[in-house]
């Protein structure tokens, strides 16, 4: 799907913190953070790269949306504080969340590596608690505000790499628990669960033959990209969604309506080894 030309003004006067931004081309983090601007929100772009969060930056001014950088690195809960204060001090509050951060190694249960295991589950989930928690006063004195999860169908369906899998899994709870507590005050989060995405963080990591097992498992017979999640977000984000909370969205050409991920255990091998 090629970068959206035309908007809609959906976020306009919205502030934004998308964790994740920074991409040397368009992940789903930098996707995102270009189509809020792009429907009006001013951006907060959070990455632990300073370099790549200002090339988003850059690239928002650059089609005239307002857009800054904070960098931090998510795994550690005080600078998510220090991110979430920055962010909302220089925009003068926060509207909506995006917690995006993710790595995915190979980590497999029998005779795991522990460290990795905490690591992953630091990134992926404590991150989104943390930052969440750190953001949810700003929203609520503002009269309310959207989370966006940024989950995984790794989190609804057998997968292999298991820590991945159970931090994604662990964000929707995360999600329904703020909705449950907070959504008296205007809060709704939710979460989006992408499937097979073409990015360029695994573009040279998969070969044409891999690619083509990832298309044929899905009855749509083809991957995603990041413009299919971030317009997801903008829509959970948005007023359109202002009745719909807690729920999990999956972004995936149809693989949670029909079987496994892991259709094809020679795909999981290979992937387990380097493949994406």
């Known amino acids: 799907m090629p970068r959206p030309e035309k908007t809609y003004d959906r976020l306009k006067g919205r502030r934004a913190l998308v964790t994740g931004g920074g ?11 270009l189509l809020f601007a792009a429907e009006g929100a001013e951006v907060a772009v959070l990455d632990m790269d300073g370099a790549l969060a ?19 690195d998510v795994s550690d809960p005080a600078q998510c504080a220090r991110a979430v204060e920055e962010a909302g001090e220089r925009m003068g509050g926060l509207d909506i969340l995006v917690n995006n951060v993710a790595i995915s190694p190979a980590n497999p249960i029998v005779n ?6 905490d690591k992953v589950l630091a990134t992926n989930l404590t991150s989104a608690a943390a930052m969440s928690g750190y953001a949810i006063p700003l929203m609520e004195a503002g009269g309310g505000g959207s989370i966006v999860m940024i989950s995984s169908v790794a989190g609804m369906l057998a997968h292999g790499a298991w820590s991945y899998g159970t931090a994604k899994a662990g964000m929707l709870s995360l999600a329904r628990d703020i909705t449950a507590f907070h ?14 995405l073409f990015t360029s963080h695994i573009a040279d990591r998969l070969t044409d033959a891999q690619r083509a097992m990832r298309r044929g498992i899905g009855p749509l017979g083809t991957e995603g990209d990041p413009w299919d999640i ?5 829509f959970l984000a948005s007023d359109e969604a202002r009745f719909i909370a807690g729920v999990l ?10 079987g496994p991920i892991v259709a094809h255990a020679t795909l999981l091998q290979e992937m387990a080894g380097g493949g994406g």
Do not use: C, Y
Not at 23 to 33: A, L, M, Q, R, W
Not at 249 to 258: F, H, I, R, S, Y
């Open 183 to 196: 959504g008296r005050k205007g809060i709704r989060a939710n979460v989006i669960a992408p499937g097979h």
């Open 230 to 234: 971030a317009h997801a977000a903008v």
């Open 249 to 258: 969205l999956p972004v995936d050409g149809g693989v949670t309506a029909t």
């Open 112 to 117: 795991g590596d522990w460290e990795l295991w």
């Open 54 to 72: 200002e090339q988003t930056v850059s690239e928002i001014a650059q089609a005239g949306g307002s857009a800054f950088a904070v960098v931090a």
């Open 23 to 33: 991409s040397v081309s368009e992940g789903v983090g930098k996707s995102t953070s």
